[in-house]
DNA sequence: ATAAAAAATGCAATCGATTGCACAAATCTA
DNA sequence: TAGATTTGTGCAATCGATTGCATTTTTTAT
């Protein structure tokens, strides 16, 4: 209406034409130069360089995405976004993404399918150029999902993988971790060993628990059903299993857990009881959470490299997206067995 | 060139211009039905709804972002993801966000200056609608954030705030906590209590320093500045400390560090030296990271509602963003004080 | 049946950046 | 110096959704 009136309003952005009505050349000219065409002269180049500098121009990336069909845009889901593991990765995203000039979006699925379905959606409707993700506990059905590979959208799974959708993988060793810490507990003297599992629904839980059955296989043990739980491994779950399993007539004199939280529970419940740690009784646990390593006694555990899991999640889209490889790798990442005081019987 | 081609290529995404075509009427009414704008009959509304439904199509927000001049994005940047009290304020943020329909852009300044500029300034380009932060310890310079006052971007702190800068602000109750917590430890009986600082150039431990000192004047004793050390409150940091402290011709008796990773490397340190905690030493500690109700003897400390004070940021910008709110608050949240070993000298 | 009012839909410009193609200017060649 | 190159700029369409205004269609009143 007064057009007049938009030199009141600092705050309007400027964009390129108002550049170049400002040193009476085109639009397509100040797009150029700002790009570092070649085509555009040197001269007047650092002309609209200093001219976009004064006016505090910023390019508006609505547009530009919008032009060049793409978001730069990394989207991510994870169950908890503070949960240390969770954290990490998405530390570790965060940094290759932000170096490579792209923004990371961020969404929790609580766990939830519904959730999780919603969250993905939103994230194919806001085009994000790729997407990392570590499926819900929960979910049993993956159509939104498999969206992405119909779209040909880069998509990478961490940690809980789909089986099933073949994209993009990366996940720890859990089958020889749980290998190595179940015969590190077999090293150590222990007889009866007992297993904490995670939902089965999830290969992570899966492995672990293979990865307990092997070992116990190798070394002649038969595997007993009774000393495996099965549960969503909270700490409440934890303490629940430890008074099972102290409740067995032929109770186990350790503890593998398929994760710290648990671990911990366990540790307490069997400490409380009177039954001294490591001598009397050894648990270890899985994921190397920051308070492994300080309780009072300190929990063995398992550690994945959840950082550089991020950083591996983020290049491998990376790729995906920038140089459009086709072929689809799963990484597996070494783990690594931290031994600590709760299962150091033998000195 | 080869339009037909389109055919082949599933994965093009439909656009409003596809539906009209199919349906033989404009894109306008197709925009407006899917918005249910009541100028739309009913009937044609359905009718578009169904297509829409069959073809797959999903709004590009890119295009109705750049008409709308709204991002629908809010951006949080943090000294770092993976600390639990960061990662969850920004699930909290994440919650109340998604449900308004936001997104939640992230990123991570590492306590770096230059990478908190670097980061606004691409959040800026990008456009957000709003931007909650919590400043890097390292930075002391704050034109980056003024320009958000300047062009009426809705901005909020949290925890780690700017004086200076007039807007929202959200933080604990840092100088209540410690003054509980200071007093806490002189009910117990200790009587020489030292202090580990924080960088003071961030008003939160300012702010805790202060109730630490208001807590001795308020009970005559006399403060003294050797019992203080100042530091950035790593665990190294904890430890040298603790060193220092207990090096002291008349050492304190206790100790009220400004988090709980110096608490727990102070008290590992005091506790290997023979001292009995919290008999003839007592620790406190701040922030409640979940170590800290773990650890043995486990740690008193002052808990922040982080997962609320992110709710009540997003809650804040949404305010500012959808409302235009133009007043500006700073939204106090009570610190909690949890009692554990460390400190229980009396019983 | 007809004018007037109300309801439904379409046209065309807009948001800001990008880019193929055309055109103009500068430089070079003979 | 005319003609051929090379170099530098501009025009106008595009990305997909939105919206003020105009136009068409339907309904209501007379």
Do not use: W
């Amino acid at each position: 209406m007064f057009p007049h009136c938009l030199k009141m309003h600092k705050k309007i952005e400027p964009t390129i034409h108002d550049i170049a009505r400002e040193l009476k050349i085109s639009a397509s000219t100040v797009s150029r130069a700002l790009q570092n065409n070649p085509r555009i002269s040197q001269k007047t180049r650092e002309k609209i360089a200093l001219i976009a500098e004064t006016m505090g121009y910023r390019p508006n990336s609505m547009a530009s995405n919008l032009r060049n069909k793409k978001s730069n845009t990394i989207g991510i889901v994870v169950p908890l976004i503070n949960r240390y593991f969770f954290a990490s990765v998405i530390s570790g995203v965060e940094e290759v993404a932000f170096k490579a000039g792209y923004n990371v979006v961020i969404s929790q699925s609580n766990d939830l399918a519904d959730k999780e379905i919603s969250i993905v959606h939103s994230m194919l409707a806001n085009r994000v150029d790729g997407l990392i993700i570590s499926i819900a506990m929960q979910t049993t059905t993956f159509d939104h999902l498999k969206i992405f590979r119909k779209k040909n959208i880069p998509l990478v799974f961490f940690d809980r993988v789909v089986p099933e959708i073949e994209t993009n993988k990366i996940v720890v060793d859990d089958f020889m971790g749980a290998f190595r810490i179940t015969q590190h507990l077999i090293d150590q003297g222990y007889q009866r060993i007992g297993h904490m599992a995670g939902p089965q629904n999830l290969t992570t839980y899966q492995d672990r628990k293979k990865g307990y059955m092997e070992a116990l296989a190798k070394n002649g043990v038969a595997y007993d059903d009774s000393l495996v739980v099965t549960n969503s491994l909270t700490l409440e779950d934890g303490e629940k299993a430890a008074q099972y399993f102290m409740g067995l007539p032929d109770p186990p004199d350790a503890l593998f857990c398929s994760n710290d939280t648990t671990a911990l529970s366990a540790m307490i419940y069997v400490r409380d009881k009177g039954i001294r740690i490591p001598e009397d009784f050894g648990i270890v646990g899985f994921s190397n959470e920051p308070f492994s390593r300080v309780v009072t006694p300190s929990i063995s555990t398992i550690a994945q490299p959840a950082f550089l899991m991020g950083q591996k999640a983020a290049e491998l889209i990376l790729n995906q997206i920038e140089h459009k490889e086709k072929t689809f790798k799963t990484l597996v990442l070494p783990s690594e067995m931290i031994l600590r005081e709760s299962s150091a019987r033998r000195k």
